[in-house]
C-alpha cells in the first residue's frame, strides 16, 4: 500500500464514526415524488373519488384498448361498477341504460345540460384513449370527447377527469360534490393527464409506408388520393388532424358534421329503446363531431359516436353513403373536388385492408415496447405489462385475421403470443426476446422497414 | 387542380368556423365557486357583488384585494346557483339571481378584453 492511501484511509476511518454519527443524527430523507405517469396509472384505474365505485378503469380498459366493447362488457361479473345503475338503487333512473349498455356498449350522457335528466340525454360510444398525445390539440384549443367539448373547467384533457368524475363517478344524481363524489386535486389532475397521454402511440405516422401486401397499398393509394379517397384530407396519414397542406399548419384536430346522425336503421334505434338524437358539439349542438384517430381504428370498433357500425369495412363504406355526402362535411368535400365520394367495394375493402395493417402495425411496435420493459420491471409490474403485450398481439391477429389479411404474419404474432402466454405462467427473459423477435418477424411480413 | 385548392381553402375556411363554438362544458355546474380546473385564478374573477345594472345586464364585483369589475353578462351566459356549501345540488339560475352581497365567480368569454361572462357561478346562502 502506498503511503498516500494509507494516509487516505486512515483519514477515513478517523471519521467514520462522526460521519455515523452526523448520518443518524439526520431526518431520514424525504421520499422521493411519484413517477406522474405511474402515479397517474394508480389513479386511473384504481381511484373512485368517493363516488359509486367507478374508475377511469372502469370504462377504458386496458385490455380493451383503453376503450370497452360489448364483447368485453358481456364477460363482465354483474357486480362490476360498469353496472351501478343495476345495483344502486338512487342510480336506477337516468343514469344510464343497461339494455343499449351491454347490447352496443353506449353510455349516457348528459353533453346539454343536466336540468330534464329524462328526456336531454344521450347515448355514446367509450372512444378509447390510446395516442391523445396526437388527437387533442387544435387551433381552437383542445378537443376532448366525441364532440371535442367534453371537458370542464378549461376544455383540456387534464380538466377532463373532473368532468367524468361529475358525470359517471357520482353517487345520486344530485351530485353534490363532497357528497356523491368528491373532486380531483390539482396534482390528480396532473398525474391522470400524464398518464393519459403516455399510452399508445406518441407521434403521427408519415405515409406513405411500404406496405408489402398489394391490396392494403392500394388501399393506402386510395387513402392518399384526394380525388378519390379524400381520407387524408380530415386524417393526415391515418391520425386525428387535418392534413396541414389543406388546413394550415396548425390546425389539429377537427371537428365535423358528417351525418351519422342520419343513418336510417341505427342499432340502437331498433332496440325501441329512448335514444334522443345527438346535436354534437355545444349547446345547442352544431351537429359537429370529433376526428377520431385511424391507426387505432380497426381493432376499436363498433365506430363512430353512437357505434352504429360494427366493422372497419362498413365505417369506409359510410362514406360512399347519402347520410355523409348529403351532410355539411360531405358537401363540403364535394364542393372542394367536384364530387363526393364513391368507392366500389374493392376499394373499400382495400381501405379498410390498410386501415387493417396499419393497426396490425400499431400492435406490434406497441407489443414490442411492453415486452421490452417487462424484465427489468418487478413481479406484479412485469405480469401487467405481459397482460398488455398479449392484448396487443392478440388484436394484431384478430385486424389481420379479420380482413383475410397476412396468414404468414398472423403465424408469427401467434407463436409470440403462445410465448407471452408461458411467460405469464413461468418467467423467462429468453421467452420474451423470443416473443419479441416473432413479433419482429410478423413486422416484416407487412412492411418493409429500413 | 386551381379549383381544387380553391375548394379545399373554403374547406379550411367552414371546418374553422366549424369549430368555434366550443363551451359545452355542462358539468361545471357542479364544480364549486373556485375550483374550476384551469379557470379559477386564471380566467374567471371571483369576490362578491357590489352593484347590478339591470337594464344594461352587467353586475360590478368586487374581490378580496378591494378590486373591482364590471363585467356584462350576455343571455347566453350561463348562471349557476352554487349550493355545494350547503351540501345541496347546484341549480340553473337566471341573472335575477345575481343579488347584491352574494359571491360570484365569472369565467370571461374573451380571455384578453375580460369584459363579457361565459359562465356565471354565484353562491346561494341557505334560504336564499
Redesign the interface.
Known amino acids: 500500500m502506498k503511503r498516500g492511501h494509507f494516509v487516505q484511509l486512515l483519514a477515513v476511518n478517523s471519521a467514520l464514526p462522526l460521519i455515523i454519527l452526523t448520518l443518524s443524527a439526520c431526518p431520514p430523507a424525504p421520499p422521493s415524488p411519484p413517477d406522474p405517469v405511474l402515479e397517474g396509472e394508480r389513479l386511473f384505474f384504481n381511484e373512485t373519488f368517493a363516488g359509486n365505485g367507478r374508475t377511469c378503469g372502469t370504462c377504458h380498459r386496458a385490455e380493451d384498448n383503453f376503450g370497452l366493447t360489448p364483447a368485453f362488457i358481456a364477460m363482465l361479473p354483474p357486480d362490476d361498477a360498469l353496472f351501478v345503475a343495476e345495483t344502486n338503487p338512487d342510480l336506477a333512473n337516468n343514469f344510464e341504460n343497461p339494455t343499449l349498455m351491454r347490447a352496443f356498449g353506449l353510455i349516457l350522457e348528459n353533453q346539454d345540460g343536466f336540468d330534464d335528466l329524462a328526456n336531454n340525454f344521450n347515448m355514446r360510444g367509450i372512444p378509447h384513449t390510446l395516442a391523445l398525445r396526437t388527437s387533442v390539440n387544435s387551433a381552437q384549443g383542445p378537443q376532448t370527447g366525441w364532440s371535442g367539448d367534453g371537458a370542464p373547467g378549461d376544455g383540456s384533457l387534464r380538466s377532463f377527469t373532473t368532468g367524468a368524475v361529475i358525470q359517471h363517478f357520482t353517487l345520486t344524481t344530485n351530485r353534490i360534490p363532497g357528497i356523491d363524489f368528491r373532486l380531483p386535486t390539482d396534482d390528480e389532475l396532473d398525474a391522470i393527464e400524464a398518464f393519459m397521454l403516455s399510452v399508445g402511440r406518441q407521434e403521427d405516422l408519415t405515409l406513405p409506408l411500404a406496405l408489402k401486401g398489394v391490396i392494403a397499398s392500394r388501399g393506402q393509394e386510395i387513402f392518399l388520393d384526394n380525388t378519390l379517397g379524400k381520407c387524408n384530407a380530415c386524417h393526415a396519414n391515418a391520425g386525428a388532424n387535418g392534413d396541414p397542406a389543406i388546413f394550415g399548419p396548425t390546425a389539429g384536430n377537427l371537428n365535423f358534421n358528417t351525418g351519422v346522425e342520419d343513418l336510417p336503421d341505427q342499432p340502437a334505434d331498433l332496440t325501441g329503446e329512448p335514444n334522443p338524437p345527438d346535436d354534437g358539439q355545444g349547446t345547442p349542438g352544431n351537429g359537429a363531431f370529433n376526428t377520431p384517430p385511424l391507426v387505432e381504428a380497426a381493432d376499436t370498433g363498433p365506430f363512430f359516436h353512437n357505434n352504429s357500425v360494427e366493422t372497419i369495412e362498413g365505417a369506409v363504406a359510410f362514406y360512399n353513403g347519402d347520410a355523409f355526402n348529403n351532410s355539411p362535411a360531405g358537401q363540403l368535400i364535394a364542393g372542394a373536388t367536384g364530387s363526393g365520394i364513391n368507392l366500389d367495394a374493392t376499394q373499400v375493402v382495400a381501405v379498410a385492408a390498410f386501415l387493417r395493417v396499419v393497426n396490425a402495425l400499431e400492435n406490434i411496435r406497441e407489443a414490442i415496447a411492453l415486452l421490452d420493459a417487462s424484465p427489468p420491471a418487478s413481479s406484479e409490474r412485469r405480469t401487467t405489462l405481459l397482460a398488455r403485450a398479449r392484448a396487443e398481439a392478440d388484436d394484431a391477429i384478430f385486424v389481420l385475421r379479420g380482413g383475410g389479411l397476412h396468414p404468414e404474419a398472423v403465424t408469427h404474432l401467434t407463436a409470440s403470443r403462445d410465448l407471452i402466454d408461458q411467460v405469464l405462467s413461468r418467467y423467462s427473459a429468453s421467452r420474451i426476446r423470443e416473443a419479441i423477435e416473432a413479433q419482429e418477424r410478423a413486422r416484416n411480413e407487412l412492411v418493409t422497414t429500413n | 387542380m386551381h379549383?381544387?385548392i380553391i375548394?379545399?381553402v373554403?374547406?379550411?375556411l367552414?371546418?374553422?368556423g366549424?369549430?368555434?363554438?366550443?363551451?359545452?362544458?355542462?358539468?361545471?355546474?357542479?364544480?364549486?365557486i373556485g375550483?374550476?380546473?384551469?379557470?379559477s385564478g386564471?380566467?374567471a374573477y371571483l369576490g362578491a357583488i357590489t352593484g347590478v345594472d339591470q337594464s344594461a345586464r352587467t353586475v360590478t364585483v368586487q374581490d378580496e384585494q378591494g378590486n373591482a369589475r364590471t363585467i356584462r353578462i350576455p343571455d347566453d351566459a350561463r348562471i349557476w346557483l352554487d349550493r355545494?356549501a350547503q351540501?345541496?345540488?347546484?341549480l340553473?339560475g337566471s341573472f335575477a339571481d345575481l343579488q347584491v352581497g352574494r359571491t360570484i365567480e365569472v369565467k370571461y368569454k374573451d380571455r384578453e378584453r375580460r369584459e363579457e361572462a361565459d359562465w356565471v357561478k354565484v353562491a346561494v346562502v341557505a334560504g336564499g
Open positions: 379549383k381544387r375548394g379545399f373554403t374547406l379550411v367552414l371546418a374553422a366549424a369549430s368555434q363554438a366550443l363551451g359545452q362544458e355542462q358539468t361545471e355546474r357542479y364544480i364549486p375550483q374550476s380546473p384551469g379557470i386564471i380566467y355545494s351540501k345541496e345540488t347546484n340553473t
